[in-house]
């Protein structure tokens, strides 16, 4: 049972990328899946969450607008597309999954299974 997470790397400002989050040992048709990240000398702050249903989705307020969670049940997987991104943006992106059905939260102490991060940085 796993989560891998894959697609950070450097981006200058203004610029987009692609996170994916791709679950092994379990089916993401039980599990709301969530976005964190961690920035440098910083704490571990949720960025989006989507349901069992991919209609249901939260974006935290720092990333409305810029990122989008999504999810291909068919592939197991759960994206972040960012695009415009700052400066503020860089951090070590986590996947984590809570088995829950109807709404997602971005809590971190209610997450079972989690990954181990990919970096995303961003500069000129």
């Known amino acids: 049972v796993q989560l891998v997470e894959s697609g950070g790397g450097s981006v200058q400002p203004g610029g987009s990328l692609r996170l994916s989050c791709v679950a092994s040992?379990?089916?993401?048709?039980?599990?709301?899946i969530s976005w964190f990240r961690q920035a440098p000398g910083k704490t571990r702050e949720g960025v989006a969450c989507?349901?069992?249903?991919?209609?249901?989705?939260y974006h935290a307020d720092s990333v409305k607008g810029r990122f989008t969670i999504s999810k291909n049940n068919a592939e197991n997987a759960v994206y972040l597309h960012m695009t415009n991104v700052t400066v503020e943006d860089t951090a070590v992106y986590y996947c984590?999954?809570?088995?829950?059905?109807?709404?997602?939260?971005?809590?971190?102490?209610?997450?079972?299974?989690w990954g181990k991060g990919t970096l995303v940085t961003v500069s000129s």
């Open positions: 984590a999954a809570e088995r829950r059905s109807r709404l997602c939260f971005i809590v971190q102490s209610t997450m079972e299974i």
């Open positions: 989507v349901a069992v249903s991919e209609a249901v989705t």
């Open positions: 040992g379990f089916s993401l048709d039980d599990y709301a």
